[in-house]
């Protein structure tokens, strides 16, 4: 392997508008050196930014990492480009899987079945999500993976659909700055640290249920309708406050670095997973 | 202060701008369309305004540099002046369509400027 990235490496050097930095990032992902794949990806993507394989070997990466959100975006992207590209759809799947989203997942598979109907590890994955287990993660990095892989969702999808800590998964950072919460200010989903890494979910709940009434209040009361959404920069981190249904609320904070229209896309992904959550429950 | 206010309402969109106490909700300096209540938009911006400082202050995001209410038929963005300006609020109601980034840029440089 080490061979093969070193022979990989220098042809890529030798023509760096080749497309072997495919195998090259491949193989460093393989290998585990996740850093250096998305490095070359990334090179790669800059010079073939038209290449559907390039912006899946990308969301490979990515999803090794655990950055769901982007990967979602790069496999999104790469079917965009090649409606029929079988990884990229598998790709989906997975992710869609790991947000209780099964309809979506079996749509994508079936899909891939459909562009490549001998491709053996499409049935193994439609199998595996029918006995409840999951699709495996497209081409699964040898390195062990901590809680939040395909396997231990299983647990929390097979039982309910969804658990409450499970609300938000695959969103980046679901389990710090996303928030939701009922009408009384009572934590549905998620939860929030302040920087000093202390959780402070439950005052920040308290303090949402007076925000969104008097949003609404000032919304009907200028004659400007309902209100859909309160977006703040503050001086150490962006929020944004939703209400994915009239009795909830959902609070996305981040970091002061995320402008606020990409924490509104994220807020509004994340509305749409509590709003298919709440409607389970 | 009027005069600052026009670079706001020059916008397209922005039916009317205004200054504010936080504090007690009263208007400082207001430059409104026909149709909007200039009183109302003040106690309502700065109450909303408090609540938020209040929920933000908790989620450790700081002091608030600006804040947007979306609605369906409109907006309302605010800049708070922060203390050296005696707590003020620069307040634009608008249209649904307007160009947000545009008249975050004119309420800040109102905020900086005359505030």
């Known amino acids: 392997m080490a061979d093969d990235i070193r022979a990989l490496s220098a042809q890529l050097a030798q023509d760096p508008q080749s497309l072997v930095f495919l195998r090259l990032g491949e193989a460093l992902r393989r290998k585990g050196q996740l850093e250096a794949a998305l490095r070359v990806a990334m090179n790669g993507l800059e010079r073939h930014p038209h290449l559907a394989d390039a912006h899946d070997l990308y969301a490979r990466i990515l999803t090794d990492k655990h950055n769901y959100e982007r990967a979602f975006d790069e496999w999104d992207m790469a079917v965009r480009i090649a409606p029929h590209h079988t990884g990229a759809l598998k790709g989906l799947a997975f992710l869609y899987f790991k947000v209780g989203d099964i309809e979506q997942a079996e749509a994508h598979l079936a899909a891939a079945k459909r562009v490549a109907p001998d491709d053996p590890s499409i049935d193994q994955a439609i199998a595996m999500m029918r006995k409840g287990v999951g699709p495996p993660s497209p081409t699964p990095s040898p390195a062990p993976e901590p809680a939040t892989t395909a396997a231990s969702s299983t647990a929390a999808v097979s039982s309910s659909g969804f658990d409450e800590a499970r609300v938000f998964a695959g969103l980046e950072g679901a389990n710090e700055g996303l928030l939701l919460v009922d009408g009384a200010g009572r934590v549905l989903g998620g939860a929030l640290r302040d920087a000093s890494g202390a959780d402070v979910t439950d005052s920040v709940a308290a303090y949402l249920a007076g925000v969104s009434q008097e949003a609404a209040r000032t919304a009907k009361l200028l004659g400007l309708g309902a209100w859909n959404g309160l977006s703040a920069e503050g001086q150490h981190g962006n929020v944004h406050l939703a209400h994915p249904t009239p009795e909830a609320l959902l609070l996305v904070v981040r970091e002061r670095g995320m402008p606020l229209g990409r924490l509104a896309i994220l807020a509004q992904r994340a509305t749409i997973m509590a709003q298919r959550w709440l409607e389970r429950q | ?115």
């Open chain 2, 1 to 115: 202060m009027s005069k600052a206010l026009d670079m706001i309402t020059r916008v397209r969109g922005v039916r009317g701008a205004m200054l504010v106490s936080a504090e007690d909700g009263l208007v400082v300096a207001e430059q409104l369309m026909e149709g909007i209540k200039g009183g109302a938009v003040a106690a309502l911006a700065a109450s909303l305004a408090g609540r938020l400082r209040r929920a933000m202050d908790a989620a450790g995001t700081g002091t608030s540099v600006f804040w947007h209410l979306q609605a369906e038929q409109g907006a309302l963005l605010v800049v708070p002046g922060g203390e050296a300006a005696g707590s003020l609020l620069v307040v634009a109601v608008t249209e649904p369509d307007v160009n947000i980034g545009l008249v975050r840029l004119e309420l800040l440089r109102v905020a900086e400027t005359a505030v």
